[in-house]
C-alpha cells in the first residue's frame, strides 16, 4: 500500500507502543516480525484503528495489535470496565466464563487479573461453560456483572468479550456506552496488575461454587423438563461448551443421546467444520449422517458458546434424509408449542427481534398472547424482559431471533441454546405421542395462517475498505425513494431507523423497505461481524406452502 512518510512513521509508533505493552511473548512476537519485515499492508490492518467497545463487548481476530484482540486489548478493555464497576458500586463482584476458543482460558484469567488489581472480586470458572450458564450465573450469585470470553459462531480466527449487567443481560445504554467512555481513557500504563497467587490469597478471586450448575440444571428441569418417552437424539455441539451441560439433562430426563464423536472435545480450531455454526449445513453434516445411521426423532446442534440452536428433522417414517429447519421455523414451531400449553394467569408474552418473522405475532394473537418486535440483538429482547417482570398483566413466555437464538426460561437473559434444546426434545415427544411429526405440526401452521418465508443473505466486507464499503451501501438504500425499482419490484415505502420515530423502535442502523406485495426487505450491518445482512420476507396468508 501506498502512505506518506508521515503516516508510515505514526504507524510504526503504534506498532512499537503495542510491543512494549504486550506482555505474551507469541503476540508481541507477530508485530515484531512484520515490523522487522516492513510489512506496512500487515502493519495497517493491525493498527489502522482499535477493536471498539460495540455490540455488548468487543469481538475480533486473534492476534497482535490494537485491531486485534489478544492479552493486551483484553487488559485494557478490562481496565475501563473495572474504572466503570468501582464509580457504581462499592463493592462489585464479576463472574466469568469462557468457551473452547483459542486463548480463551488466557483471556479470561487476564480479565480476572486486571479486575482483581482493582479490587473487583472475580468468580472463575476452571472450565468451559456456554454463555446461558454465565447468565444464569450472574442472577444466582446476584453479582454485579459478567464476562464470557467468546466469539460465539464465527471463525476459528476470532474472540471476542462479552459484558452482561448484574440483570444476566448484555449491556445495555447507559452502561455500554459508559464503558466504552472508560476504555477510550485507558494507558498502558494505567492498567493495573496483580498475580495470580496475591488475587487468590487476598480472597479476590474465587472458583465458581459447584451449586451453580446443580442450580441451572435443577431450574432448566422445572421450566422445561417432563416426563419424555423413548426418543431418540442425535447431538454436536460443534468441539464447543454445550457438550456437557446438555448431554447432563437429557441424561436426567432419560433421553438417548448420541453425540458426534468427531465434534465432542473441545477444540478452538473448529477442525470439522469451515464455520462453527448450526446454521451452516456443512457444520451439521455429521450430526445428520449420524442420525441417520441411529434413526434419530430429532437433531440438535450447539454453536461454540451454547447459545445458538439448530435442529435437523427426518422428513420420512424411515428417517433416511432429515432436513434442517431454518431459524424462523424453529422459532415459530417453539413459539406455537409454549403457547399452545401455556396455562398461567397473566397473558403470555413473546418477543422477537424486527428480523425474526412475523408469523409468530399472527400465533401470539389467536392464542390470546401478546407478541413484542425490538431490534436485532437478544440484548433488547432481555430489556423487554426486565419491563414485563413488572407488569401485572402479561408475563414472559419466549424470546427468539431469526438467527437461531431462543429462550423459554425466565432466569437466563440471552439466547440459550441448552434450554431451548431441551424444549426442543420435549417437543418432538409431544407430537410424535400424537401421532404427527415436527413437518406436519409445520405444515398444519402453514395450513392455518398462510405460508410465511424468508430470504436471508449476508456478505462480508473485511479490513478498513470492507468497513468504507459497508458505509457506501447503507447510505444507497437511505437514499431510495418510494416509486424506485428495486431488483425490479417497486418500492412503497422506505424506513430509515437511523432517523428513529419507527414504531417504539430506539434508533439503529436499519433500513427497511416496502414493496407494491406483501414483501419487505430488512437491511443492516452485523454488529459483532463485517457484514451486510439482507433479509426478504413474504407472505400468503389463506395459501398454503405448496400452492405459493
Given at each position: 500500500?501506498?502512505?506518506?512518510?508521515?503516516?508510515?512513521?505514526?504507524?510504526?509508533?503504534?506498532?512499537?507502543?503495542?510491543?512494549?505493552?504486550?506482555?505474551?511473548?507469541?503476540?508481541?512476537?507477530?508485530?515484531?516480525?512484520?515490523?522487522?519485515?516492513?510489512?506496512?499492508?500487515?502493519?495497517?490492518?493491525?493498527?489502522?484503528?482499535?477493536?471498539?467497545?460495540?455490540?455488548?463487548?468487543?469481538?475480533?481476530?486473534?492476534?497482535?495489535?490494537?485491531?486485534r484482540i489478544n492479552p493486551y486489548i483484553v487488559r485494557k478493555v478490562t481496565q475501563g470496565f473495572a474504572n466503570y464497576l468501582v464509580s457504581q458500586r462499592a463493592d462489585p463482584v464479576v463472574v466469568i466464563a469462557f468457551d473452547s476458543r483459542n486463548f480463551s482460558d488466557l483471556f479470561a484469567q487476564q480479565a480476572a487479573l486486571t479486575l482483581?488489581?482493582?479490587?473487583?472480586?472475580?468468580?472463575?470458572?476452571?472450565?468451559?461453560?456456554?454463555?446461558?450458564?454465565?447468565?444464569?450465573?450472574?442472577?444466582?450469585?446476584?453479582?454485579?456483572?459478567?464476562?464470557?470470553?467468546?466469539?460465539?459462531?464465527?471463525?476459528?480466527?476470532?474472540?471476542?468479550?462479552?459484558?452482561?449487567?448484574?440483570?444476566?443481560?448484555?449491556?445495555?445504554?447507559?452502561?455500554?456506552?459508559?464503558?466504552?467512555?472508560?476504555?477510550?481513557?485507558?494507558?498502558?500504563?494505567?492498567?493495573?496488575?496483580?498475580?495470580?497467587?496475591?488475587?487468590?490469597?487476598?480472597?479476590?478471586?474465587?472458583?465458581?461454587?459447584?451449586?451453580?450448575?446443580?442450580?441451572?440444571?435443577?431450574?432448566?428441569?422445572?421450566?422445561?423438563?417432563?416426563?419424555?418417552?423413548?426418543?431418540?437424539?442425535?447431538?454436536?455441539?460443534?468441539?464447543?461448551?454445550?457438550?456437557?451441560?446438555?448431554?447432563?439433562?437429557?441424561?436426567?430426563?432419560?433421553?438417548?443421546?448420541?453425540?458426534?464423536?468427531?465434534?465432542?472435545?473441545?477444540?478452538?480450531?473448529?477442525?470439522?467444520?469451515?464455520?462453527?455454526?448450526?446454521?451452516?449445513?456443512?457444520?451439521?453434516?455429521?450430526?445428520?449422517?449420524?442420525?441417520?445411521?441411529?434413526?434419530?426423532?430429532?437433531?440438535?446442534?450447539?454453536?461454540?458458546?451454547?447459545?445458538?440452536?439448530?435442529?435437523?428433522?427426518?422428513?420420512?417414517?424411515?428417517?433416511?434424509?432429515?432436513?434442517?429447519?431454518?431459524?424462523?421455523?424453529?422459532?415459530?414451531?417453539?413459539?406455537?408449542?409454549?403457547?399452545?400449553?401455556?396455562?398461567?394467569?397473566?397473558?403470555?408474552?413473546?418477543?422477537?427481534?424486527?428480523?425474526?418473522?412475523?408469523?409468530?405475532?399472527?400465533?401470539?394473537?389467536?392464542?390470546?398472547?401478546?407478541?413484542?418486535?425490538?431490534?436485532?440483538?437478544?440484548?433488547?429482547?432481555?430489556?423487554?424482559?426486565?419491563?414485563?417482570?413488572?407488569?401485572?398483566?402479561?408475563?414472559?413466555?419466549?424470546?427468539?431471533e431469526e438467527s437461531f437464538g431462543y429462550l423459554p426460561v425466565n432466569d437466563v437473559r440471552d439466547k440459550d441454546a441448552v434450554s431451548s434444546a431441551i424444549l426442543a426434545v420435549k417437543m418432538v415427544d409431544h407430537y410424535l405421542k400424537k401421532g404427527i411429526t415436527l413437518a406436519e405440526r409445520l405444515d398444519e401452521i402453514y395450513s392455518e395462517?398462510?405460508?410465511?418465508?424468508?430470504?436471508?443473505?449476508?456478505?462480508?466486507?473485511?479490513?478498513?475498505?470492507?468497513?468504507?464499503?459497508?458505509?457506501?451501501?447503507?447510505?444507497?438504500?437511505?437514499?431510495?425513494?418510494?416509486?424506485?425499482?428495486?431488483?425490479?419490484?417497486?418500492?412503497?415505502?422506505?424506513?430509515?431507523?437511523?432517523?428513529?420515530?419507527?414504531?417504539?423502535?430506539?434508533?439503529?442502523?436499519?433500513?427497511?423497505?416496502?414493496?407494491?406485495?406483501?414483501?419487505?426487505?430488512?437491511?443492516?450491518?452485523?454488529?459483532?461481524?463485517?457484514?451486510?445482512?439482507?433479509?426478504?420476507?413474504?407472505?400468503?396468508?389463506?395459501?398454503?406452502?405448496?400452492?405459493?
Open positions: 500500500m501506498v502512505m506518506s512518510q508521515e503516516e508510515r512513521t505514526i504507524l510504526y509508533q503504534k506498532a512499537q507502543d503495542y510491543i512494549e505493552s504486550e506482555r505474551e511473548a507469541q503476540f508481541r512476537q507477530e508485530v515484531i516480525d512484520a515490523v522487522d519485515e516492513g510489512a506496512d499492508s500487515d502493519l495497517y490492518e493491525r493498527f489502522y484503528t482499535s477493536l471498539s467497545f460495540g455490540t455488548a463487548g468487543i469481538r475480533g481476530r486473534i492476534g497482535g495489535g490494537t485491531n482483581c488489581a482493582n479490587g473487583v472480586k472475580v468468580f472463575l470458572y476452571d472450565s468451559i461453560r456456554p454463555v446461558p450458564m454465565l447468565s444464569f450465573a450472574v442472577r444466582y450469585l446476584k453479582a454485579t456483572a459478567g464476562v464470557e470470553i467468546t466469539a460465539s459462531h464465527n471463525p476459528a480466527q476470532y474472540n471476542g468479550y462479552k459484558v452482561y449487567w448484574s440483570d444476566g443481560g448484555q449491556v445495555t445504554p447507559p452502561h455500554d456506552l459508559a464503558i466504552a467512555e472508560q476504555i477510550g481513557g485507558v494507558t498502558p500504563g494505567s492498567i493495573r496488575n496483580i498475580s495470580l497467587a496475591e488475587a487468590k490469597q487476598q480472597g479476590l478471586l474465587k472458583a465458581l461454587p459447584l451449586e451453580v450448575d446443580e442450580a441451572y440444571f435443577a431450574m432448566v428441569l422445572k421450566k422445561v423438563g417432563g416426563e419424555i418417552g423413548a426418543i431418540k437424539v442425535a447431538f454436536t455441539p460443534l468441539h464447543g461448551s454445550s457438550n456437557m451441560p446438555v448431554r447432563t439433562l437429557l441424561s436426567r430426563l432419560g433421553v438417548a443421546c448420541k453425540v458426534v464423536e468427531e465434534q465432542e472435545e473441545p477444540d478452538g480450531d473448529f477442525p470439522t467444520v469451515s464455520l462453527p455454526n448450526p446454521e451452516d449445513p456443512q457444520a451439521m453434516r455429521l450430526a445428520i449422517e449420524l442420525a441417520k445411521r441411529e434413526k434419530s426423532d430429532l437433531v440438535l446442534g450447539c454453536d461454540p458458546d451454547g447459545d445458538r440452536l439448530g435442529i435437523a428433522i427426518p422428513t420420512s417414517e424411515q428417517k433416511e434424509e432429515y432436513r434442517l429447519l431454518t431459524g424462523n421455523e424453529i422459532a415459530i414451531l417453539l413459539a406455537d408449542f409454549l403457547l399452545k400449553n401455556y396455562d398461567g394467569e397473566k397473558r403470555p408474552a413473546v418477543v422477537k427481534s424486527l428480523v425474526t418473522s412475523d408469523l409468530i405475532d399472527k400465533i401470539a394473537d389467536k392464542e390470546g398472547g401478546v407478541c413484542y418486535t425490538v431490534l436485532t440483538g437478544f440484548k433488547y429482547i432481555a430489556e423487554k424482559m426486565a419491563q414485563l417482570e413488572k407488569s401485572k398483566d402479561e408475563k414472559f413466555l419466549f424470546g427468539c395462517y398462510g405460508f410465511f418465508g424468508e430470504v436471508v443473505l449476508s456478505y462480508t466486507y473485511e479490513g478498513a475498505s470492507g468497513k468504507k464499503r459497508m458505509k457506501e451501501i447503507m447510505e444507497r438504500f437511505r437514499a431510495l425513494q418510494p416509486n424506485e425499482l428495486f431488483g425490479g419490484a417497486k418500492v412503497v415505502k422506505v424506513e430509515d431507523l437511523a432517523q428513529g420515530g419507527v414504531g417504539d423502535l430506539p434508533p439503529s442502523d436499519v433500513v427497511i423497505l416496502y414493496f407494491t406485495g406483501k414483501e419487505k426487505m430488512v437491511v443492516r450491518p452485523s454488529g459483532t461481524e463485517p457484514k451486510i445482512k439482507y433479509y426478504l420476507f413474504f407472505d400468503s396468508q389463506g395459501v398454503t406452502k405448496e400452492e405459493f
